[in-house]
């Protein structure tokens, strides 16, 4: 493949590279072909862990699954996955709930 480089003073500090266009567009798909094989392999790494949603046939099944998902749960679906060894417990001391509000008043 014949190349040709542009000097860096008519270039202004960066250098150019001159090839025929047909070497161009090869080197070019070569780098898609590339990039679509590494794309392949990360989705085959996910479909293997599961990283994926099943398949919708229809536009308004997908719509509806993805409203499903976008639905933050209510306090009761949220308690329903609580689980007793989730509980912390905590000392606060003996004077939790002895503590003195004071509106208005200001401290120097």
């Given at each position: 493949m014949t190349t040709a480089t542009i000097?860096?003073?008519?270039?202004?500090?960066?250098?150019?590279?001159?090839?025929?266009?047909?070497?161009?567009?090869?080197?070019?798909?070569?780098?898609?072909?590339?990039l679509w094989r590494q794309k392949e392999l990360e989705a085959d790494a996910d479909i293997r862990a599961g990283r994926v949603s099943k398949g919708y046939r229809t536009v308004p099944a997908l719509k509806r699954a993805l409203a499903q998902m976008s639905k933050?749960?209510?306090?009761?679906?949220?308690?329903?996955?609580f689980t007793p060894d989730m509980i912390e417990l905590v000392n606060w001391g003996p004077d939790v709930g002895k503590e003195v509000i004071a509106y208005g008043l200001a401290c120097n």
């Open positions: 000097s860096k003073k008519i270039t202004k500090g960066e250098e150019l590279v001159v090839m025929p266009r047909r070497a161009y567009e090869a080197l070019e798909r070569a780098y898609a072909e590339l933050k749960p209510t306090l009761k679906t949220a308690l329903a996955n």
